[in-house]
């Protein structure tokens, strides 16, 4: 006979209603096939007792299935841990970022000088004003763009072991209390399996 899956009650009658007209087939079959008397197959209403007794004992087992769920968006939200992680982002490229800003206000500022220059500014000092600030432009795209990219480097690599903490606290949790399943999210799912709560405690413990 086959196996079920995960049916609901109704589902499930169907399943073994089936499989008693496909029992009861396979008993005419062998009767007709058998001498008299010789061979006798289950009857269907043995058959169809069997199904229902096993269709009865599987809730009894599924409860015994412990699951539990995280809310992943709500911890990244307001756990402590991600708010430890960008205080110690912001304090390493503190001194990157002030220099971009230093750069970016000299590119102001010598922008408002080349804007002053009146129409008698000899050809070779404006060129040589035009030359520095394109050279000043070029210096703060550059050390701004390394540094937006350094920093998105940081915040992935931060962000990985951020992951890893939430799924060591949630593997201790569900070690300590018998869980045989934690799923991320859910389109519904009871209070009674939110163990976002406790996975956060767990985080916000570990300094």
Same mark, same amino acid.
């Given at each position: 006979m086959r196996q079920p899956g995960l049916y609901g009650f109704t589902d499930l009658?169907?399943?073994y209603y089936r499989e008693w007209r496909e029992l009861s087939e396979m008993n005419v079959m062998v009767l007709e096939r058998c001498p008299a008397g010789r061979c006798s197959g289950l009857s269907s209403?043995?058959?169809l007792l069997c199904c229902l007794l096993t269709l009865f004992a599987l809730p009894a087992a599924a409860q015994q299935i412990k699951i539990g769920y995280i809310d992943l968006l709500r911890i990244e939200r307001e756990s402590?841990?991600?708010k430890r992680g960008a205080e110690m982002l912001k304090k390493e490229f503190s001194a990157r970022e002030q220099a971009v800003r230093d750069l970016q206000d000299k590119v102001q500022a010598m922008k408002s000088e080349l804007e002053k220059l009146g129409p008698n500014t000899p050809a *070779? %000092?404006?060129e040589?004003?035009?030359g520095a600030f394109a050279q000043l432009v070029q210096n703060f795209e550059q050390s701004r763009r390394t540094f937006m990219e350094d920093v998105d480097r940081r915040r992935a690599e931060e962000r990985g072991k951020f992951l890893e903490e939430v799924r060591a606290a949630v593997k201790k949790i569900?070690? *300590? %209390?018998?869980?045989?399943?934690?799923l991320e999210q859910g389109v519904y799912a009871s209070r009674s399996f939110d163990i976002t709560?406790?996975?956060m405690k767990t985080l916000d413990a570990a300094k």
């Open positions: 009658l169907s399943f209403l043995t058959v402590a841990r991600p *070779a %000092q404006l040589k004003r035009r569900a070690e *300590a %209390q018998k869980f045989d399943l934690v709560d406790q996975v």
